[in-house]
């Protein structure tokens, strides 16, 4: 022992890097066998391999810069997942839990500290600040069940993130009082910080946004568009501190803002998560549990009851805060649990804090935090850590629960013999057929497709790639499977299982409607052709034939800039519509679609029709921010022309012929969309038609071509060229 002692504790940055991985790696291993949240395995790891534990790893420069890059991520991350219309509609609670959070606990440990432990006033509200604030250890936990957008998750962040701004802004001006900050004490050091701070944020919101659809728009690579992102958070956290605000505060504003730029389904946002939780804040957890000395605890019964006083107080004021504001909602019991289990622990904002308070001097020689305080606020990290984590894992298995016993509800649709209202049937049947011919816009098929599919079924995607049997085939089809191999580590990289087929054929439109039947499909999402020079008609070859010869939902796709910088999405509806099978198929696809992207939906069409989407989407996609305006006839398509700008996404809800929904006017749709549309993103939707479906009588003797025009049309319109 005395051998290997004499090794300890270890220097070496690679043997470092490789003790923290095996802890990263094997933590979670032995706790999820003890039942217990792997966070705390990381925490009581640090303690064990720190300098006051077993001093096998030192706290070298490492833990410092992944430590502060993990906290950053924890607070960005929480920015990013924030459903932000529901913050707007929940303003009011927001602003209430919040200052809950942060004066309850304020008051009681200072009362605390000033009465019980004999602190100095100004030692008593450094410490009321510290214990007001708390940091979103436990947050992971909430990422694995996959509850960021639970409505007591949401008041949990945001309210954190109040408590944690006044708190901040409280030791400011502490720090003041003391000349702290550049010897500005009083009025002056006010105004100059709120002037700060305002600059900062209203530059922040003007900026980012510039930066995020300038740099999305025209770099699609990977590793680019990560490294963007991180540039901007770093950017944002050091502008933060350079105006005397810890960065965590400017983390969390640039996650806030570049929320709605990075769905929560997209390749980018599953990067962000991966790399961040699988090093990043692991790194900052096991650098936090380095800090704590257990042993100070035995050295000292007046440090335990440090310790004690400090963390029953704190962690009851958080209590406190969470249960009565849950009353106030009128939330259940298991909502407030996890609003206290999310705000009760500490972490590396709280030794920022007691750091800011070492340097204050109240007189030559005697600061503000003694070693007391500094080894009772260390010890309280590791309490509340624990507290937290335990709290979050037991409320998230509760909610999960609650959800999983509650029954879906589907709104009730008329139906149009009877008169009367039925109930809508959920549709599981999801399985969506990527249709993908062209390099240019294959990428952003894929990212409709996933932000448009169910993630709680969790069904892998279909890519086909059809290729004329002629003398190329043999060419095109390399040209194919290089796409396919393209987009399915696209999928991979959003954790999509995807299957792929290259298929050989001698009419395009059979060979998908074949392979849809192989497939079990659902539904097809394709582009629309994009190479104008070699077929000039709107449909191009094969659409036509393929809707026609297929009853199930069709969405043609046209995009001159990347999905995830559309700012509006507005749905032309015909008439009817909501007596199609298909309607509530495409309803719930476009209202992912919105939810995904956080941007606007305006539907236009009848006001009957409205009003049973807006019963849609106020019971299946409340956060979606939707707007309804009548349309009372489809001629006037042409007049929202006008109205569609470059970042906006123009959907129209089209029919097939013979159907409940379908209208002459609709024959002029190809020359409307070419005339008054061109240039704009589009998709086209034709919806589910059931009864008797032509595919599944399909076979590959019968002829499925399917003439654009009819006979009697191309007579009208020939008779009428003669007399013109």
């Known amino acids: 022992m005395t051998i290997l002692a004499s090794y300890l504790p270890i220097t070496d940055p690679t043997l470092i890097f490789f003790v923290v991985l095996l802890i990263i790696l094997f933590a979670p291993i032995i706790m999820s066998k003890l039942r217990i949240p792997h966070i705390i395995g990381m925490v009581l790891a640090g303690v064990m391999i720190g300098q006051y534990g077993f001093d096998i790893l030192e706290r070298d420069i490492s833990f410092e810069i992944f430590g502060s890059v993990g906290l950053y991520y924890i607070m960005f991350l929480a920015g990013l997942e924030m459903d932000l219309e529901s913050v707007k509609r929940n303003s009011n609670q927001f602003l209430v839990f919040g200052l809950l959070t942060c004066f309850v606990p304020l008051v009681l440990t200072y009362i605390m500290a000033s009465t019980m432990l004999g602190y100095s006033h100004p030692a008593a509200f450094l410490l009321g600040c510290i214990m007001a604030s708390n940091t979103l250890v436990a947050y992971p936990i909430i990422s694995r069940y996959g509850l960021q957008k639970h409505p007591s998750v949401q008041l949990s962040v945001g309210s954190s993130m109040i408590s944690l701004s006044l708190s901040l802004v409280m030791i400011a001006a502490l720090s003041a009082a003391f000349g702290g900050y550049n010897d500005t004490p009083g009025i002056l050091f006010w105004l100059w910080f709120i002037l700060r701070l ?3 944020i209203i530059g922040s919101i003007w900026l980012i946004p510039h930066l995020a659809r300038y740099f999305l728009r025209r770099y699609s690579d990977a590793v680019m568009q990560y490294i963007f992102v991180l540039a901007i958070m770093f950017l944002s956290a050091a502008l933060s501190a350079a105006i005397g605000l810890e960065g965590i505060f400017g983390a969390f504003l640039s996650g806030l803002i570049l929320n709605r730029y990075i ?8 990067r962000i998560e991966f790399i961040g939780n699988a090093l990043f804040i692991p790194y900052f957890l096991i650098g936090v549990g380095m800090l704590i000395n257990v042993r100070t605890v035995f050295t000292s019964w007046h440090v335990a009851w440090v310790v004690l006083l400090i963390a029953f107080f704190g962690t009851f004021g958080k209590a406190l805060a969470a249960y009565i504001s849950s009353l106030l909602f009128r939330l259940p019991q298991r909502d407030g649990n996890m609003m206290f289990g999310l705000t009760s622990a500490h972490a590396a904002g709280a030794i920022a804090m007691v750091m800011v308070g070492m340097r204050l ?9 003694n070693d007391n305080m500094l080894n009772g606020v260390v010890m309280m990290i590791l309490v509340t850590c624990v507290i937290s984590t335990l709290m979050t894992d037991h409320a998230s298995r509760q909610i999960i629960l609650a959800q999983n016993r509650d029954s879906l509800s589907y709104p009730e649709i008329p139906s149009p013999e009877s008169g009367t209202t039925t109930t809508a049937p959920p549709v599981d049947d999801e399985k969506i057929l990527l249709c993908v011919k062209y390099h ?17 079924l969790n069904r892998g995607l279909v890519a086909l790639n059809v290729v004329y049997d002629d003398e190329k085939s043999a060419r095109n089809r390399d040209t194919g499977l290089q796409l396919l191999e393209q987009l399915q580590r696209q999928a991979a990289a959003a954790e ?16 998908i409607k074949h392979a849809f039947r192989e497939f079990n499909c659902s539904e097809i999402v394709m582009g629309m052709h994009v190479h104008t020079e070699r077929n000039p008609k709107f449909w191009g070859d094969f659409i036509q034939s393929l809707y026609n010869g297929l009853n199930r939902q069709i969405m043609l796709i046209r995009f001159v800039q990347p999905l995830n910088t559309l700012r509006r999405i507005q749905v032309a509806v015909p008439s009817r519509a909501e007596f199609e099978p298909g309607f509530h198929r495409w309803l719930e696809r476009i209202s992912r679609l919105a939810g995904q992207l956080d941007c606007r939906i305006q539907f236009h069409g009848r006001q009957e029709s409205l009003v049973l989407i807006a019963e849609y989407i106020n019971n299946r996609h409340p956060s979606v921010r939707a707007e309804y305006t009548p349309m009372v006839h489809w001629n006037e398509l042409p007049r929202l022309a006008s109205t569609i700008q470059e970042d906006h996404l123009f959907v129209v809800v089209t029919a097939r012929k013979g159907t409940i929904s379908y209208k002459n006017a609709l024959e002029r749709l190809p020359d409307e969309l070419q005339q008054y549309f061109s240039g704009k993103n589009l998709m086209i939707i034709f919806p589910d038609q059931y009864g008797d479906p032509k ?10 071509h399917h003439e654009e025009t009819s006979l009697y049309t191309m007579i009208s319109q020939l008779i009428h060229r003669k007399r013109g």
């Open 496 to 511: 999509v299982g995807m299957q792929t087929q290259v298929r050989l054929a001698s009419n395009i439109a059979n060979g």
């Open 361 to 369: 001097e109240l007189s030559p020689g005697v600061y503000l935090v």
């Open 263 to 270: 769905p929560k389904v997209s390749a980018l946002m599953n």
């Open 198 to 200: 305002a600059l900062f």
């Open 695 to 704: 595919e599944d009588h399909m076979s590959f003797t019968e002829a499925q």
């Open 440 to 456: 240019e816009i294959a990428p952003q098929l894929l990212s409709m497709a996933l932000l448009t599919r169910n993630q709680r």
